[in-house]
């Protein structure tokens, strides 16, 4: 019996903790942090261990709807590799960044609030990797907004906070609108929501052509929605409002990655639906392009690690796009969790060093102030852009590399731009680290910049081990088997390593020691203008419309179903008054005529 | 024979109902009011009905013109100076008044139900009164207390209307 | 004495005795205390495998009419009782005791629920009316009494207009009654539903040529039409909804809820007893497109209304508008899901605007205005207030975890699947549930924006010295809260008590 | 030869229309009261002739007819007494019988 109730401890550890943290955490600190920790603990360990069990096959699971033959939604936990990766990968990262938190909100206020927070979190994402259905999973998909809602708005007294919660759980609704209805549509087929189930019924959801199109993209957007692809980037951007141990752990590592693991969970029919994976390699090229082409101009410190999440989601993306198995996004998605990770929480630590000063133009020579954040900053920088040659290299290089190559091969175009878009990436990256690190101190800030506590200093290294050690492969045949494909030209790994070494001897030549953006692109830097574009947007459809309902609504539906009858009667009564002339013989003679007309009808007619 | 007394009373008290409504003296409506009930009662005898004619002359004639005199007496009525034609009222009454006598002479003419003459009385030495007095008390026992009631209504409002306040 | 009989007196005996001078607030309280008790423990003594109504008991009134006072409930009603025993007990708690005759203010909400409560534990349709408009009397005095804005308007308003509704509605009534045979005609609805299911209704059925060539129209159609629209207007359906956010801006707080929450199931009950059960599905799906029609209007257009409101009650009275539309189409789905999602709802949505309300009713007493401009960033001097609230509002956006989210969830997969789903077109109900699916993001965005506004952003400084909500209040609101999560996590102990009602039809 | 029935109804028509004639066209009070006087007659006329032209199965009119118009009779002087008390009563108050001075019972 153990074996079976594990999964359904690791589920609930995290929520039960943001219970006690909700109604306890209030008046300790000590206790909400221990709480949040220990449920992240346990949910470690026994994800480790159940990464040693065998892959469960009876479906372990209760109904949380069932109307016997109609309409049942099982509540059920699957393991299998796909699960089980993601379950110590979210149950690695989670604890580190819990204690790195300590450091880092340390006199912070709302306190317990974070913790509860990040707890329902972990919650609402171990539902999604364990969710045997699609509508278990659309819950957690929810829950993992809300969690994110709450924790992007955790300092919400600031108006830039209040709006970026806001806009990031909007955003992930309108992707959870085309996810449901692909739901809905995928149900009205094969009748049942269990992956399994509706696996089962490939051959019959083949059959119904560009329905089964229709509805592949449609469950993509929940992914556009989740994972910040093109149109519905922009929450990810402004969601770098929240505190940065949220923005690795939510908005780098797991949460965003969620909408890849949908995919790679809905694959087998994907395979099946060739126009459905050209529009998702499509709208994940595109993403890392302009993402990456965005990341270049960006000033605060956290954009640009945001667009550059963007930028390798868009990878992964593609590359559920163009390879044949799940597991090569999947590897990506492993060891981009780990880096980006790692960069984010370096990026926390100089924020703290230099008392919460984020742009990185006030920055600058802190490499001698802030040693051990530099070290782990370059494992990360290295990780991120990919570097390393033929078989030795950071864990970015091998993900990435793959995933171009296959785009190469299958998707030409579209491997090319992933190829410019390495470059990119390694520009960018590095561009980051000279001004951050290299150059003269630009600020009085920059001057007394001090290295981070311990607390916060020994995550960065734990991190920085997987970010360097994830793609070897020996260490990666342990979660994935993946191959490249047979015949690839080798050119493409040349072009590869040539560009990351160009991307950051130009970044070296621009950024050594510069005082100012030498290059400034407004496109890039106003992003595009898409954020202005959806503002108006909304402001003219949504709140045009709406006024112009509200309007309408108090004057032409309240104004006839209402007072239109009122004052009809009003005016009935004020003609009827004038029969009353006063003088008998007007009465007389109505009466008279009365009689003789009714006379008239009656005989005469 | 009958038919020629009967017409000469009919055109008689048409005629002087005629008057009652065109003079302008109310003493001269008064009395051609009560020539019109004499014609009345002369016809009621005609259709036999000698205790309704009696009872015609005696209340109408004897009671209520006479009380129409003494109100005109009191009011001191002059005869009224002709005001301006309101020809509005005059064409609707007119019309009324037309419409109603078209459509009485088209039932009385398209009906032949009412085309038949007298039929004879089985008994025509039977006193009329004693009958009437009969079924008045037999079947029409109630609205006889009811109408005593009536007139004891009329007076004690009569009193009250003209009584005098006392300042 | 059937414990629903005892269910109904309860607060009329409790309002009697807050008329009679005893401190009505504690009064009251302990009769909503005791009605909850009561239900609950009905809940629990009722075995949920018999199908059919339980407790039964019945004197005929009017025999020759077939009218008896028959009190019965099955599972869909008893979850309605409870429903209205814990919303009237969170009410009575959380209303603040006005200065000027707070005895009168107890009777009426005593009268509210004693209302609601015989409405749903009635059996037979003339009493189910009948306690309709039992308790609209009080909500008129309420709102003009005790409301605030221009009250005198809303309660004139909302009155005239639900006596229309029920007026139309009790023509459909008679209509119903006349199309049973003649020999046994009665009010009894497990008679009309025996009688729909054998189809001995609407036999003799006159039918009646409309001008200008619009063919005929029967009488069961008028009946259907009259029923429905009848019901639709006491639930503020599209064209018919300007009563409702007028009425609940201004009513007091526990008006508001009482009648959000419970009353307004009233129709959608009704619904669910009379019309699904007796009418057959051909004769509904004749006028499907036109009531869909109404139904958009009243998710997109009301929502769309919603967005623009700029006050904080207004925006709840519009939102619970917009909500009945979700409710309408699952019913109107007719099927299983459909009708089981809808009756969730009905529940779900009761909580959630009931706890709105209240918080609402809170945020007045405290700041005095409720205008968007006016407020800002109160959660820092009222935390608990904000936390709740925000509770409150995920659960009326339908967060999964709450109940809302899993009656919605019903809903769209029954009406998806509803009426003939070909499965290459598009037919008319599922491109309603598409703007179905739209209006829940209609509704987290004025949701949210309502939130952000209110609680988040620096704080002026005239809010710096707000107290925080009371413990009384706060312990209601808690409690519809848990139970919304209770039903939202394992929706299915919901399911099994309204399942075998539903079953029936 | 004797007159119909036919033409005692023309007749008691008549007089009926001139009555309403006089009721509607007349000004004064008094000869408004008069013309009302000739209506009630002229139904008393036709009352009768019917009563005398519809004899029973015994051969003799039917009395209720003429019952009927003796009750007509009493209503009438109870009417025209409490009438003309009203008249006077008018008069005094507003010192004219004319009936178009008499219209403030308006809108």
């Not at chain 1, 069990?53 to 069932?66: E, K, M, V």
């Not at chain 1, 709450?150 to 959870?176: E, M």
């Not at chain 1, 739901?183 to 696996?199: D, E, P, S, Y």
């Not at chain 3, 699904?276 to 036109?290: D, H, L």
């Amino acid at each position: 019996m153990m074996a079976t109730s594990i999964p359904w401890i690791i589920l609930f550890a995290p929520l039960v903790a943001a219970g006690l943290i909700l109604i306890f955490g209030k008046h300790s600190k000590p206790l909400s942090a221990g709480l949040a920790i220990a449920a992240a603990g346990i949910c470690c360990v026994l994800s480790w261990w159940q990464f040693g069990q065998p892959d469960a096959t009876t479906p372990n699971q209760f109904y949380w709807i069932h109307i016997p033959d109609l309409f049942s939604v099982p509540m059920g936990v699957t393991i299998d590799p796909l699960s089980k990766l993601m379950l110590v990968l979210v149950n690695t990262i989670a604890p580190i960044v819990f204690v790195y938190s300590l450091g880092y909100m340390a006199h912070e206020e709302g306190y317990w609030r974070y913790f509860a927070g990040l707890s329902l979190f972990l919650f609402s994402m171990l539902g999604i990797v364990m969710a045997d259905n699609f509508l278990m999973m659309f819950i957690f998909w929810e829950l993992v907004g809300v969690s994110s809602y709450i924790l992007i708005g955790h300092y919400f007294w600031r108006d830039s906070a209040a709006n970026a919660s806001k806009q990031a759980f909007l955003v992930n609704r309108i992707g959870d609108f085309g996810f449901m209805l692909g739901i809905l549509m995928l149900w009205l087929v094969t009748g049942t929501v269990v992956f399994n189930g509706i696996f089962e019924k490939i051959p019959l959801l083949e059959s119904q052509g560009v329905y089964l199109t229709i509805a592949c993209v449609l469950v993509f957007c929940g992914t556009i929605g989740k994972s910040a692809q093109l149109p519905l980037h922009v929450w990810l951007p402004n969601s770098m409002e929240g505190p940065t141990p949220v923005s690795s752990l939510l908005h780098a590592a797991t949460m965003v990655a969620a909408g890849v693991y949908m995919l790679a969970r809905f694959f087998p029919v994907l395979l099946v639906v060739p126009v459905a994976r050209e529009v998702i390699a499509w709208v994940g090229g595109i993403t890392c392009l302009v993402a990456a082409l965005m990341a270049t101009q960006q000033d605060d410190i956290k954009r640009i690690l945001a667009y550059s999440t963007i930028s390798q989601l868009g990878y992964m993306v593609l590359g559920v796009g163009v390879a044949l198995t799940a597991d090569i996004p999947m590897f990506h998605l492993y060891t981009h969790a780990f880096f980006k990770c790692l960069l984010f929480l370096c990026a926390g630590s100089v924020i703290v060093g230099m008392h919460h000063e984020q742009n990185i133009w006030k920055m600058g020579a802190l490499k001698n102030k802030m040693p051990f954040t530099f070290i782990c900053t370059i494992f990360g920088a290295l990780a991120l852009s990919g570097a390393g040659f033929g078989p030795i290299g950071f864990s970015g290089f091998y993900s990435k590399d793959l995933i171009i190559v296959w785009a190469v091969q299958n998707a030409p175009i579209l491997g090319w731009i992933a190829v410019v878009t390495a470059g990119l990436t390694a520009f960018y990256t590095f561009r980051l680290l000279f001004v951050v690190f290299l150059g003269g101190p630009r600020s009085d800030a920059a001057k007394h910049a001090t290295e981070s506590p311990a607390v916060m200093v020994i995550p960065l290294m734990l991190l920085a081990i997987p970010a360097m050690a994830a793609g070897w492969p020996f260490v990666e045949r342990i979660f994935f088997h993946v191959e490249e494909p047979r015949h690839v030209p080798h050119l493409v790994h040349l072009v590869l390593f040539a560009l990351f070494l160009a991307g950051t001897g130009l970044a070296w030549v621009l950024y050594r020691r510069a005082e100012k953006d030498p290059i400034s692109i407004p496109l890039f830097a106003n992003r595009f203008y898409i954020d202005n574009g959806y503002a108006w947007l909304v402001k003219t459809f949504q709140d045009g419309l709406a006024s112009l309902s509200g309007w309408a609504d108090r004057w032409v539906v309240d104004l006839l179903v209402v007072q239109a009858p009122s004052k009809l009667t009003w005016v009935c009564g004020y003609v009827l008054r004038f029969l009353q002339l006063g003088n008998i013989q007007a009465y007389a003679f109505f009466f008279g005529a009365g009689v003789v007309g009714l006379l008239y009808l009656l005989i005469a007619r | 024979m009958q038919i020629v007394l009967f017409w000469i009373f009919a055109s008689l008290m048409l005629f002087f109902g005629a008057l009652v409504v065109t003079l302008r003296n109310p003493v001269s409506c008064a009395l051609s009011l009560v020539m019109t009930f004499l014609a009345l009662a002369a016809l009621f005898v005609t259709l036999d009905a000698f205790f309704i004619g009696v009872i015609q002359i005696l209340v109408y004639t004897g009671a209520v013109m006479v009380l129409f005199l003494f109100i005109i007496m009191l009011l001191d009525l002059r005869g009224e100076k002709t005001r301006r034609l309101n020809l509005g009222a005059w064409a609707g009454g007119g019309l009324v008044a037309v419409g109603f006598v078209g459509l009485l002479v088209r039932v009385i003419h398209t009906l032949p139900g009412f085309a038949f003459e007298k039929p004879p009385l089985s008994d025509p030495s039977a006193s009329d009164v004693a009958a009437v007095g009969w079924t008045l008390f037999e079947f029409f026992n109630l609205p006889f207390q009811i109408i005593g009631v009536l007139l004891l209504v009329a007076t004690v409002g009569v009193v009250l209307l003209s009584k005098r306040e006392i300042k | 004495m059937s414990p629903l009989l005892f269910l109904i007196l309860l607060p009329i005996v409790g309002a009697l005795l807050a008329i009679a001078g005893f401190p009505a607030r504690r009064v009251a309280i302990a009769a909503a205390a005791a009605n909850v008790a009561l239900s609950a423990g009905l809940l629990f003594s009722f075995d949920f495998t018999a199908s059919g109504y339980q407790l039964v008991t019945s004197c005929p009134v009017v025999p020759s009419l077939g009218i008896a006072f028959t009190l019965g409930a099955d599972g869909l009603s008893l979850a309605m009782l409870l429903l209205s025993t814990v919303v009237t007990l969170a009410a009575v708690c959380v209303a603040r005791p006005p200065q000027t005759n707070s005895a009168w203010f107890y009777t009426c909400l005593l009268f509210i629920s004693a209302g609601a409560i015989g409405a749903f534990a009635s059996v037979d349709a003339f009493f189910f009316y009948m306690f309709h408009e039992l308790a609209l009397v009080p909500t008129f005095l309420l709102i003009g009494i005790w409301g605030s804005g221009d009250r005198q308007t809303a309660a004139w308003k909302i009155t005239i207009y639900l006596a229309f509704g029920s007026f139309i509605l009790l023509i459909g009534l008679i209509g119903l009654w006349l199309a049973m045979p003649v020999g046994s005609r009665s009010f009894d609805m497990r008679v009309i539903a025996d009688q729909a299911r054998q189809g001995a209704l609407f036999l003799n059925d006159t039918s009646l040529v409309l001008p200008w060539g619009w063919g005929t129209i029967h009488g069961v159609q008028v009946t259907y039409l009259l029923l429905f629209l009848g019901f639709g207007i006491l639930v503020s359906l599209f064209p018919f909804h300007t009563w409702a956010p007028q009425a609940y801006a201004s009513a007091p707080a526990p008006a508001a809820m009482l009648h959000a929450g419970v009353l307004k199931k009233f129709g959608l009950y009704g619904i669910l007893r009379l019309i699904t059960p007796v009418f057959p599905p051909e004769i509904a799906s004749q006028f499907n497109t036109f009531l869909l029609v109404l139904l958009v209007g009243n998710i997109l257009y009301v929502g769309l209304v919603t967005i623009s409101q700029r006050k904080l009650d207004l925006m709840l009275g519009y939102s619970s508008v917009m909500h009945m539309g979700y409710i309408f189409l699952g019913l109107l789905a007719w099927n299983e899901i459909g009708l089981t999602g809808a009756s969730l709802m009905l529940i779900a949505h009761g909580l959630s605007i009931a706890a709105l309300f209240a918080l609402c009713g809170e945020l007045r007493e405290r700041t005095g205005t409720l205008d968007f401009s006016d407020l800002g960033g109160l959660a820092k001097p009222m935390p608990a207030l904000g936390l709740l609230f925000g509770f409150a509002t995920m659960a009326s956006i339908g967060l999964p975890g709450f109940a809302n989210f899993a009656g919605e969830v019903m809903v769209f997969f029954g009406a998806f699947s509803a009426g003939v789903p070909a499965a290459t077109g598009f037919n008319a109900f599922q491109i309603t549930t598409v703007i179905a699916l739209w209006g829940v993001v209609i509704s987290a965005v004025y949701m949210l924006r309502a939130y952000r506004r209110i609680f988040m952003g620096p704080v002026p400084e005239r809010w710096q010295s707000l107290a925080d909500i009371g413990t009384g209040p706060r312990l209601c609101i808690i409690a519809l809260i848990i139970l919304l999560l209770i039903a939202g996590f394992y929706p299915q102990l919901l399911i099994n008590t309204i399942a075998p009602a539903l079953i029936r039809l | 030869m004797s007159p119909t029935l036919a033409d005692y109804l023309l007749v008691s028509g008549l007089l009926f229309t001139i009555g309403l004639a006089g009721v509607m066209l007349r000004r004064n009070i008094i000869i408004i009261f008069m013309g009302l006087e000739m209506m009630l007659n002229a139904a008393n006329l036709s009352l009768v002739a019917f009563s005398r032209f519809n004899l029973t199965s015994v051969g003799l009119p039917n009395y209720s007819g003429q019952v009927l118009v003796f009750f007509i009779i009493t209503v009438a002087a109870a009417e025209v007494a409490v009438g003309l008390a009203i008249i006077v009563a008018l008069f005094r108050a507003r010192q004219t019988t004319h009936v178009e001075d008499l219209n403030s019972m308006k809108f």
